[in-house]
């Protein structure tokens, strides 16, 4: 097999993060690594950033302080990103605008954010959190010990951690629809108005 150059995996869009439901010229622009210290082998296929590592293609953006990079024999890549010991891995991308005048942005954050092309899966693992705003406000949010997006048919899996006790159970929020009555607010009953003939 052929080796190609580190600079070539990283730039081919290793880190295709939110090509679901993402903005859709995210996937058309450049990747940009950024790092305090970079190591890469040709000959193993690693590269290895560290230090403030953030990655942004377009409108998304990952942040982290270690990112690996690693292309297997059959050419799939995998890319794992982890944090500063105490702090999250995290990541937002605007969506595709699907209503004039309401902007979409997807949240994410764990202990570890892990690619893996052959997959074709994302996975957020140990205190996992995805969240979707809607103009800045919290629409829906899900939680758990690993989530697992599937980028081929735009799933999740939401798994819990039993060993935690209650607090690893899954946990989702769900915004209500348009129109429907605030859960928090009473309801104002109405007369109606008798209309003659």
């Known amino acids: 097999m052929k080796l190609l150059p580190i600079w070539f995996f990283c730039a081919l869009g290793l880190l295709s993060f939110g090509t679901a439901h993402a903005e859709t010229a995210d996937s058309e622009q450049p990747i940009q690594i950024f790092s305090d210290k970079f190591d890469g082998d040709d000959v193993k296929q690693v590269a290895i950033y560290t230090g403030d590592v953030a990655v942004h293609q377009g409108t998304l953006e990952i942040h ?14 995998h890319a794992v990103m982890t944090p500063l010991k105490g702090k999250l891995v995290t990541f937002k991308q605007r969506r595709d605008q699907k209503t004039p005048g309401v902007e979409e942005w997807m949240h994410g954050k764990g202990d570890e954010l892990t690619y893996d092309e052959k997959r074709n899966v994302l996975i957020l693992t140990h205190r996992a959190e995805v969240a979707r705003s809607e103009n800045g ?13 599937n980028l081929t048919n735009s799933t999740a899996i939401i798994d819990g951690n039993k060993a935690k006790g209650p607090s690893g159970r899954v946990s989702t929020v769900i915004a209500p629809r348009r129109g429907l009555v605030d859960a928090g607010k009473p309801l104002e009953l109405q007369g109606s108005r008798r209309v003659s003939p």
């Open 137 to 149: 406000v919290l629409k829906d949010e899900s939680k758990g010990d690993k989530i697992t997006y």
């Open 64 to 77: 982290g302080n270690k990112l690996v990079l690693t292309v297997d024999p059959q050419g799939y890549r």
